[in-house]
Each structure stands twice: as structure tokens, then as C-alpha cells.
């Protein structure tokens, strides 16, 4: 498996769960994210909270995804994990509301416009 440091891509997003998610939900939601780490190419996922403090938190949570490389990110969304981790899970956030960016971490020479399918 590859390490951190040779990660081609990095998925960041932020986002908040809808107010009716309960804490024994939430700490669900948290643990079962590591499960993405069992698709292929996906080096590291990881969950947590922002730790801004109210008023000035705008999410709650925040959550960071290490691909390989493309391949990886371009077979992560239909993988079979992901697709049963969102319809079990994705259902608890506020979708209308959320940042989502992937940086391409490949020296510039090598970099090629990525386009979300």
C-alpha cells in the first residue's frame, strides 16, 4: 500500500450532520468511515470534528481522503463500499450545504485538468 507521501490526489471536505443525528449516530458515522480505506488506491481516510469554536464554526465536520492517483479517485465513487457507506451514511448530512475540493498533489509537469464525472 502507499504511504501518505506518495499520494497523487487529496480530497478535502466539510460538512454538517442534519440536527436530528443523534451522538450515538455520529460516533457511528465516524468509525465506519475507516471502511473506505478497503477500496483500491485509497491510502487514508480520515473523520473528525473542525475545531473552530461557535459562533465562528461554520462546519462541523471535516474529513480528508489520500488517493494514489486518479484511477483511484475515478473508481472510488462507484465502488461498491463508498456506494454502501453513502446510502447508509450520506442520509445524516446537510448535502445543500458542504465544501468539497480535490487538490492534485503531482509535480505541476504531470499534473492534467481534472474533471469530476
Known amino acids: 500500500m502507499a504511504s501518505l507521501a506518495e499520494a497523487q490526489l487529496v480530497q478535502f ?25 478497503q477500496i483500491p488506491g485509497v491510502i487514508s481516510v480520515r473523520l473528525g470534528t473542525t475545531l473552530a469554536n461557535p459562533p465562528t464554526r461554520r462546519y462541523q465536520l471535516g474529513c480528508i481522503i489520500y488517493y494514489a492517483d486518479i484511477k483511484a479517485r475515478e473508481g472510488f465513487l462507484p ?10 451514511y450520506l ?3 446537510n448535502r445543500e450545504d458542504r465544501l468539497n475540493s480535490i487538490v492534485d498533489l503531482r509535480p505541476s509537469s504531470e499534473s492534467l485538468p481534472y474533471k469530476e464525472r
Not at 15 to 36: G, H, S
Not at 79 to 88: Q, T, V
Open 91 to 93: 442520509r445524516m448530512t
Open 79 to 88: 465502488h461498491p463500499i463508498h456506494r454502501d457507506f453513502a446510502e447508509k
Open 13 to 37: 471536505l466539510v460538512f454538517d450532520l442534519k440536527p436530528e443525528v443523534t451522538a450515538e449516530e455520529r460516533e457511528e458515522l465516524l468509525k465506519a468511515t475507516r471502511a473506505l480505506e
